[in-house]
């Protein structure tokens, strides 16, 4: 246990050095968040984990960034503050909506849990990021029937503020996609945002063209 505990900090620092290293330590520290006792999770909290996890977002190697995407899932999960704020400092929001765009399913999931977690205090600052694109991209793909309950509820979100983008959405033709997906739709909280958002943005539009 001593031993473990020990490694810790090592591990943690030989996420800033080469790929190898970040590979093998990454691997590590979420073996050992995942199945370690709430004193280990706490001493690799306070080794600084979030922020180099963070960081890796962009490694240039794929399987490290998808290590630590996981591994702030698992971190995340439980919604404590200081943990969401450690990761937003560390300049997570935009490397998330950047991960919206990828091509693999885990991405985009695990980018949508994070983000789901981040937009309940700081939806401008995942509105600033442009999230918007990434998930439009996602409700016009047909193969993201997975990814509809977060990413429904991260559009309500978006919509909820004073100033959504109504003109992306209108350029997209959002609307004629939202009533698609409603009408072939059985889960009920993905019903629910969508047709929010459908009048929400049916009822803003219509102000910005009498407005004009």
């Known amino acids: 246990m001593e031993g473990i505990n020990d490694a810790i900090p090592c591990l943690v620092k030989a ?14 520290l979420g073996i050992m968040f995942a199945k370690g006792t709430k004193g280990q999770r706490k001493k690799i909290i306070n080794a600084g ?5 963070t960081r890796l977002l962009n490694s240039s190697e794929d399987s490290i960034t998808k290590i630590a995407l996981l591994g702030l899932v698992d971190i995340l999960v439980g919604e404590k503050k ?4 450690a990761m937003i400092n560390a300049g997570g929001i935009p490397k998330l909506v950047e991960l919206l765009h990828s091509s693999e399913d885990v ?4 980018s949508q849990s994070l983000l789901v977690i981040a937009a309940d205090d700081h939806i401008q600052k995942v509105i600033d990021a442009k999230v918007h694109d990434g998930l439009f991209r996602i409700i016009f793909s047909d ?5 509809l309950p977060k990413c429904s509820f991260l559009l309500r979100k978006i919509f909820e503020v004073d100033s959504p983008p109504i003109q992306q959405a209108i350029d997209t033709n959002l609307v004629s996609r939202l009533v698609q997906i409603l009408n072939a739709s059985e889960d009920e909280s993905v019903e629910t945002n969508l047709a929010f ?6 009822s803003r539009a219509k102000k910005t063209t009498l407005n004009h």
């Open 143 to 147: 193969d993201q029937v997975e990814s």
């Open 197 to 202: 958002v459908c009048i929400s943005l049916a």
């Open 49 to 53: 984990l979030i922020p180099k996890f």
């Open 15 to 28: 996420l800033d050095t080469n790929e190898e290293n970040q590979m093998e330590a990454a691997s590590a």
């Open 82 to 85: 200081d943990h969401v704020e």
């Open 107 to 110: 991405r985009v999931k695990g």
